[in-house]
């Protein structure tokens, strides 16, 4: 995208400082059909007009010369039917661009704009799912302006729609006003380390918004350490998810001010640090802050480089914690040692932790066996989730007894054992923490809390 002229730049901001001469073509981004958005609010609808959102929507396009969109007016019309079935709330519009039940003709900005001309009037819309769909800065720009005038949406996914930081700071500046938005999903939006600032900034005013997803958007080190100090003083966001930042050097800078911010921070619940190059030290550092957090609950710090080492820590800070519920391991290396570390905690100290995740750590049968052990003996843990490592007969033989004497529920755990030849063996299954976080199934529930468990058992925002 071309950067904004001077004039451009100056007008974008006089539109959010409230001037009434400023348009959205003004700001850089032209509604489709070339008619400009008004700038009042409209008068809101009568409830007894909200159950024909399929008309509303068809009238809408016609009125600015815009083609429908086949797939919205599908959608609109199962929500007329719940509607008229007497469901007068907490509805969500899922036009998720992944669907594969349905043929699917993917929302473009344009198809967002009169989509949020549509739902400012409606009072029984809580929540908008536009995931993997074409929105751009033009479909941000007017998410924004639906966030400032519609008071009644909860949830906002906008993930993977090729969003840039223009956009992103736009999304930021209406949420400084906004007080009805409790979960935001910006997953995947490479609004990079600019945009990220914007949202950080925003934090510092908004006392709403519950949950923040900026996971895989090109966040830098700056706006990591401007989220990790905004959050000493933040008292509203109970989970943020800061997977994938893009990080240079081996320092492990964003550990040690996350880890400063959960000495201070007593309200965040859940955090995600995915891909962050977490070593060691890195992991020190933030097990060094839970001996003083009496608040998280769900700790995700998949996908770095710890090793056994490193749990030597976290079982020690498990002695003390009784707060964590969720561990999530997921790849990394903590081997059989790292696993034996964790059972003793989980085995003779430990009765918070109710699910833990060590998939794919090259751990062997004698570390699996252990955490088995840990399972029969802590009523409190629940789940386990161990694919992708090594399993030995050993292994297989003492999964397959933990399910059959009820001790780990079929559920509660990715594998399966079935005996083949008079031998067991163990099969992966659906299961785990958060398996449809990118995706939602073909088939089956999207939200079971079997396949996003991590979610069940610390439920932070209202959707996944």
Not at 28 to 44: I, K, Q, V
Not at 242 to 257: A, F, I, K
Not at 450 to 464: K, Y
Request: charged share 20%; net charge neutral; aromatic share 8%.
């Amino acid at each position: 995208m071309a950067a904004p002229t001077p004039s451009q730049t100056r007008v974008g901001r006089a539109m959010w400082s409230g001037a009434e001469s400023a348009t959205p073509a003004a700001a850089g981004f032209r509604p489709p059909g070339g008619t400009a958005a008004p700038t009042s609010a409209p008068t809101r609808a009568a409830p007894e007009s909200v159950a024909v959102l399929q008309d509303c929507y068809c009238n809408l396009c016609s009125k600015r010369y815009k083609k429908i969109n086949s797939f919205i007016l599908h959608v609109l019309k199962e929500v007329d039917e719940k509607i008229k079935q007497g469901q007068k709330e907490g509805i969500t519009l899922n036009f998720a661009g992944n669907n594969r039940l349905v043929p699917v003709e993917r929302v473009t900005g344009g198809d967002f704009w009169i989509l949020s001309k549509m739902l400012k009037d409606h009072p029984y819309i809580n929540g908008l799912d536009v995931r993997y769909n074409h929105l751009s800065d033009t479909g941000a720009y007017h998410a924004a302006k639906l966030l400032q005038k519609q008071v009644y949406l909860v949830y906002l996914n906008l993930m993977f729609n090729d969003i840039r930081p223009e956009g992103g700071e736009l999304i930021a500046k209406a949420l400084h006003k906004n007080k009805t938005l409790k979960y935001l999903r910006m997953t995947g939006n490479k609004i990079e380390n600019k945009g990220g600032m914007f949202f950080a900034a925003m934090l510092q005013i908004n006392s709403s918004l519950e949950k923040l997803d900026l996971g895989d958007c090109d966040l830098g080190m700056q706006s990591v350490i401007a989220f990790a100090t905004v959050l000493t003083q933040n008292q509203a966001i109970k989970g943020i998810n800061l997977n994938r930042p893009l990080l240079y050097g081996d320092q492990e800078e964003s550990t040690v001010h996350v880890g400063h911010m959960l000495k201070e921070n007593h309200c965040l619940v859940e955090l995600h640090m995915c891909k962050h190059g977490i070593k060691n030290y890195g992991l020190q550092q933030l097990c060094n802050a839970l001996y003083q957090n009496s608040s998280l609950r769900y700790l995700d710090i998949g996908c770095n480089k710890i090793t056994h080492d490193g749990m030597m820590y976290l079982a020690d800070v498990l002695r003390s914690n009784a707060t964590l519920e969720v561990i999530d391991l997921s790849f990394n290396r903590i081997e059989n040692a790292g696993a034996k570390y964790l059972s003793e905690t989980l085995t003779s100290y430990n009765r918070s932790l109710k699910a833990l995740s060590v998939i794919s750590n090259n751990i062997q049968g004698e570390g699996l066996v252990a955490l088995s052990r840990s399972v029969k003996i802590n009523p409190a843990l629940s789940n386990i989730y161990i694919w992708g490592n090594k399993f030995d007969e050993a292994t297989c033989v003492a999964y397959s007894d933990l399910i059959q004497m009820g001790c780990l529920k079929p559920e509660n755990t990715d594998v399966e054992p079935s005996v083949v030849d008079g031998q067991v063996y163990l099969a992966e299954v659906s299961n785990g923490l958060k398996k449809h976080y990118y995706w939602t199934p073909t088939y089956g529930e999207a939200y079971s809390h079997s396949s996003n468990a991590g979610f069940a058992l610390v439920p932070v925002g209202q959707n996944l």
